[in-house]
């Protein structure tokens, strides 16, 4: 049933994304600073985004959600046919990731990884379905194949990905083939660890110096910008004036803020341009927060994931139907994996990937499609079931 109730609400949580919500302005704004008279107007930007999200979160919560399994193939198809669409238009530093819209650009992405989460949660919850049936499986793999290669396509590798682990939850806990998963996910480390090493050792292009063991032929299956993040990462002095340069000055911001911070507006890394300003307030928000407010700064912010993922999972937990359960698990693993993975490739355990910090990134499509996700999440609680 349509609605909100306001008692049944998961207030914590709402209250969290509010707080995240104005501290992204706050470090948006900080992260373009450069004077009283030069800031830029990104935080503005943000603030619009965050409205519209808003929007969209509060229709959610309104939404019965259970009506959304009805309507998951006409979703699916809806992302499907606007993943389709961004081969259409010209392509922007090399990539085809983004529609244009008046005042707005749309990543069609975004909204495709919430819409494999819905189909996906409303294919294993349908009554009778046979986790056990090999067309089970089969068919589950291709709900998330085909926007995977559509994305991998754009090429946009790392969002791509963010589908495996999402999958991979949403089947493991529903039992689709258990132990073909498992094995499977055996075989991926394995496969990445060859693929690591090889890049490692690839003959570098003609003009670099090769190192003693740079012996094996070039890695065909992935293009040179992405190897380059892969060999920065194994590697701490690989071409520090170019692909590693972004790793070191996070590096240094993210030390450099000890364990207060600097203060705000005084992140000289950020402000003095060394960590540049195309990605200060995109993917690497999190070193003009660490650097600014240091690691007790760092450790609040990730106490604030912390409950916003919990919301998810308590959600999960307590909802009426398998639909709901399977939906919310999908969301807080998306949310986790952009969490966990954008915090650590700015502190260099993870190669450096164009994934963004939920909530407090600049970005429209990324800020609106969260906002859905946690609208969701919230309409599943509010209408969990008592104890």
């Known amino acids: 049933m349509n609605g909100i109730t306001l008692k049944r609400l998961d207030w914590a949580m709402l209250g969290t994304i509010l707080v995240l919500i ?8 900080s992260a373009q600073f450069k004077s009283e008279v030069d800031v830029g107007s990104n935080y503005l930007k943000q603030i619009g985004f965050a409205g519209l999200g808003l929007c ?3 229709v959610l919560v309104w939404f019965d959600y259970k009506q959304l399994a009805a309507l998951s193939w006409w979703i699916y198809g809806g992302a ?3 993943l389709l669409l961004v081969f259409l238009f010209p392509e922007v530093n ?3 990731r983004w529609i244009p819209l008046p005042k707005f650009t749309l990543q069609p992405s975004e909204l495709g990884k919430l819409a494999v989460v819905i189909a996906l949660s409303a294919y294993l919850a349908a009554p009778g379905r046979d986790v056990d049936d090999w067309k089970t499986f089969f068919s589950c793999v291709a709900i998330v ?16 990905l963010m589908l495996a682990p999402i999958s991979l939850a949403i089947m493991l806990y529903k039992g689709v083939q258990r132990k073909l998963l498992l094995i499977g996910m055996v075989a991926v480390l394995v496969f990445a660890t060859v693929l690591c090493l090889w890049i490692k050792y690839e003959k570098p292009p003609d003009g670099e110096t090769a190192g003693t063991w740079s012996v094996l032929p070039s890695m065909p299956l992935m293009e040179d910008y992405q190897k380059g993040r892969i060999k920065v990462f194994l590697s701490d002095d690989h071409d520090m004036a170019g692909a590693g340069w972004n790793k070191l000055q996070s590096q240094i911001a993210v030390g450099s803020g000890g364990l207060h911070g600097k203060g705000w507006l005084k992140g000289t890394q950020n402000i ?7 990605v200060a307030p995109t993917d690497f928000i999190f070193c003009v927060i660490a650097e600014e407010t240091g690691f007790m700064g760092g450790a609040f912010f990730i106490a604030l994931y912390t409950v916003l993922l919990g919301g998810c999972m308590r959600a999960s937990v307590r909802s009426r139907d398998e639909f709901g359960r399977l939906m919310t698990l999908g969301i807080g693993i998306m949310l986790f994996c952009h969490v966990f993975v954008n915090i650590a490739m700015t502190i260099g355990i993870l190669p450096i990937t164009g994934l963004p910090l939920p909530l407090m990134s600049y970005g429209g499509s990324f800020m609106v499609s969260t906002m859905i996700a946690l609208g969701l999440v919230q309409s599943v609680y509010q209408r969990r079931r008592n104890r």
């Open 145 to 160: 194949g085909l926007p995977f290669l559509l994305i991998l396509f754009e090429p946009d590798l790392s969002t791509s």
């Open 80 to 82: 499907v046919v606007l």
């Open 272 to 278: 003095l341009g060394f960590l540049p300003r195309t």
């Open 22 to 29: 104005g501290l992204s302005a706050a470090f948006i704004y």
């Open 56 to 58: 969209a979160y509060g």
């Open 94 to 96: 090399g990539a085809h």
